[in-house]
């Protein structure tokens, strides 16, 4: 079956400095793989995605991920933070099988937050 | 652009009391569904539906019910609320059952007492 490990539950970053959130999953092809952001009170955004080709992807809001296959890694990243990016943030990976009953399966969320 | 709406946002209810959480999407959406947040749990899927008249059960089914009459509405139901379902629900819609990203509402705060 397919899983999605965010290692870290909680991140601080003071704002300006650079973000890395990783992202690793288990799946026997080549998975779809997404980030997903939740702001406070809100439902979740996509930031970007990877189905093939360039295993570099850009997103909005700045944010970039780079997938790796030897690593089983998706890990998001972004230059420099700003003080609206704090949110809870969301790796998922879905396939045409496994998984869950709609193959999408989560990871349980990064919270990141930003020091001034 | 309206996308995934849900209704209503924040709702309080008593053990034992049913209700309906409405959702809608503009999209022509095949696929659509409903999930749960909980604290530590991430999200996990209660029911979902490829089409109008088709549903089926996710991960945390029990307690809830669904139907889809048209391809715009998906409504949970819950039938005998009790308190571990408080919970913020979400639903979703995406183009197939397993194409594409999915789109989310902006959730439903539920508190069951």
């Known amino acids: 079956a397919q899983s999605v490990t965010q290692p870290d539950i909680h991140i601080t970053v003071s704002e300006g400095a650079s973000l890395e959130l990783r992202c690793n999953y288990s799946y026997g092809a080549t998975p779809y793989l997404f980030w997903y952001v939740q702001s406070p009170g809100q439902g979740l955004q996509l930031l970007l995605k990877y189905f093939s080709g360039d295993t570099l992807v850009q997103g909005i809001k700045g944010f970039e991920a780079e997938f790796k296959r030897s690593q089983s890694s998706f890990n998001l990243r972004k230059p420099s933070v700003h003080w609206s990016d704090a949110a809870e943030y969301f790796c998922a990976v879905g396939a045409g099988s496994g998984g869950g009953a709609d193959g999408l399966t989560f990871g349980k969320g990064t919270h990141l937050i930003i020091q001034p | 652009n309206a996308g995934v709406t849900q209704t209503p946002k924040f709702q309080v209810l008593k053990t034992g009391q049913s209700m309906t959480l409405q959702c809608a999407q503009d999209?022509?959406?095949?696929?659509m569904s409903w999930y749960r947040q909980d604290p530590g749990m991430g999200l996990r899927l209660i029911h979902y539906s490829v089409g109008a008249g088709i549903t089926d059960q996710g991960e945390v089914p029990n307690g809830y019910n669904v139907s889809r009459s048209t391809t715009e509405d998906f409504p949970l139901r819950l039938l005998s609320a009790a308190p571990s379902q408080t919970s913020v629900y979400f639903c979703a819609s995406r183009r197939g059952l397993r194409t594409g990203e999915l789109f989310f509402g902006e959730g439903s705060r539920l508190t069951v007492l």
């Open positions: 999209m022509n959406h095949e696929y």
